[in-house]
């Protein structure tokens, strides 16, 4: 694919300095980009690649406009990183084969299934009975929609998703192969020394414009639902555990688990590898760090950080108390010395 750099301009916006006639190939990074390439830059870190890249057209903030300014090409953006996320989704939709809707002779449509005829459902697919998938969705190939489930319009399945029975997902949501909607929450009641199951009764509620990554689950609630709000993104190896709440705008990053019951608000950011009790509320605008251990609810928003090792529970107990007052300890211990000296 070629397109002249007006055309881009013309779709996205933007302040275009020089040879509006470009033609470009590629979206490549800063430091490999060739002549017939777009590059752009947003992380201060990479400025000194700016004057040594060979990119044919530069997307750069108006703070580097001078910097720029006599290059064969840029365009000049008041924020390089969202244009760079728009110019990456024009050239998906231009680069990117339409795949024909219908249903694969391989799949598996059960009775009383509701497909729509822009839909399409790929090879060994399943789709049972009282589910719906609707206008331009994609159900991928090995994927199943259980009964009574619902797939938005134009949201895609990848391969080998499940979304469970009595799960619903929105318009426009991405799920990634591997990814499970829907099995049964962790409940067992102890009777005798063994485990008694708790049946899952509840769904899993997924809004409009959701990504979830590979290998995600979440599961099912055990009276109410589970439920995801509209914009919200997870990435990949995530747990969502029966009946947590996430709130619209969220955003996730891998390996996170969250035990069951567990309200998170709306724009909130949680780092990979976060760990988060159940029961416990988090209200909007909360950042969570990578690796922290969130033990108990956060009323405030704000950025919040740390871990602290295991150990037997009464003396972690104790430790954790000690460790919040530590630096009304080490006030003490200064004013303290200051005496004896």
Sequence with gaps: ????????????GGELLGDASVHIAAIAPLESAGSSDISFLSNPRYRSQLGSTQAGCVIV????????????AAIITPDPYLYFARLTQWWAVRTRPALPAGVHPSAVVEEGAQIDPTARVEAQAFVGAGAVVEAGAVVGAQSCVGRGARVGAHSRLAARVVLGERCTLGRRCIVHGGAVIGADGFG???????????????????????????????????????????????????????NVHIGAHTAIAGCVGIAGS???????????????IGHIEIVDQVHVSACTFVSRSIRQPGHYSGSFPFDDNASWEKNAATLRQLHALRERLKALEKKIT
């Design 188 to 242: 067992f009641a102890p009777n005798q020394g063994r485990w008694e199951k708790i049946e899952q009764l509840g769904a899993v509620r997924i809004g409009d414009d959701v990504e979830i990554g590979a290998n995600t689950c979440i599961d099912r609630g055990a009276l109410g639902d589970t439920v995801i709000e509209d914009g919200v993104k997870l990435d990949n190896l995530i747990q969502v555990a029966h």
């Design 262 to 276: 567990t309200r998170i608000g709306r724009h909130c950011t949680i780092g990979g590898s976060a760990n988060i």
């Design 61 to 72: 903030a108006p703070a580097l406009r001078d910097e720029v300014a006599a290059r064969r």
């Design 1 to 12: 694919m070629s397109v002249v750099l007006s055309d881009i301009v013309a779709a996205l």
